[in-house]
């Protein structure tokens, strides 16, 4: 029996970095999940692309973090060992994280006014899964029956 | 109706960048809650700031990231387009990340014996929201009554 | 009285810095719990070490981070004033994080096909204590019986 809290999304990203903007996406699974008040999960299956939170208002924000962390982070160096050439997307993943929680405040990602949800594609193009488990609180679900 | 769950607190930063210890500010709002066993989750809802966990003994810990932060990690540069100038804060936003949890156990954050809850501000000096929920274990609230 | 939602795991590192695949010690905990659906949540009590998610098949991924970590992200640095002389290492906790949450689906944490779950050692040889709190999910657990 499959577990109705977990849903998941699937993103194809168009090049090797890039900040894909998931709002959206992820607030849909809110609103169709009909919880008014709890919290929300993300969790990407991936080793070599990260989730995370920032400015999807101006589109030079998402590139200079990637600019950053391709030059100073975590650039390219001819001492990694791994063979498929990817290991900076492996550092990247792990610097950033590839889980993220957000709050639902009366059906709604409770979000700052600039900050939007992203995938941080750092291997790509590829499809890549988010998955997205929405819990309800016990205590505000009990109270609005 | 405002959901009971969530709380916030307002924080007033003093410097353009800066670790705030909100260690006891959270406490609180665990221990006004009356919750003895659950979580507590923080998210700031700001894109040049971060939450972490950090030694809160030294105060050279939070000087010598900040100096690491501004020089290796996210330094100033000037390919960045973003016009504000604060790119190097929304990078480091990303790395470090602006969403926390804690556990709490017989009301109290379960911490390690040097370990504080910060506020990281890299944009400052501003006034910043860092919201708080709580959440009570459902197994324990109901065998504790 | 004890939390019984709450267990700790005790992890002996071998060298200065490592990644430790904590996986099955973490996968044993939730077997032992007996919940099938529901949210696993790890948390660090320590502040120069962290936990991460990343490819546990080919060892060379986690010692290219570790080069990266240790070369670019956040070297030693003689302008750093915390005598201990371990601030790369605190550098490296607040980047990665002390803190991690999975999803229970069926009983097993949902992992992607490469993924494991690590504790990432930047100050050993020590032995690190990893708290494990599992939450049921309680729709499915009620539906349940």
Redesign the interface.
Known sequence: MP????QTLSISTQAVRQFVDITDSVQSVVTRSGVR?G?C?L?????TAAL????NW?P??P???L???G?????A?P??????GN??A??I???????????V??GKL??????GVFL?ECDGPRTRRV?V?I??????GESAR
Chains 1, 2, 3 share one sequence.
């Not at 969790?43 to 080793?47: A, D, I, K, Q």
């Not at 030059?71 to 650039?75: L, M, V």
């Not at 409770?110 to 900050?115: D, E, K, P, V």
């Open positions: 577990n109705p809290t977990i008040d919290m999960f969790f990407l299956p991936h080793t995370t939170l920032n400015e101006d030079e924000v590139s200079d973090i600019h950053t962390l030059t100073r982070t975590a650039p160096d001492a990694h060992q791994h063979r498929e290991s900076p492996h550092v993943s792990s610097l950033i994280g590839a889980h993220l929680f957000l709050l405040d009366s409770l979000l700052g006014s600039w900050q941080v998955v488990k819990l309800e609180d016990q205590a505000s």
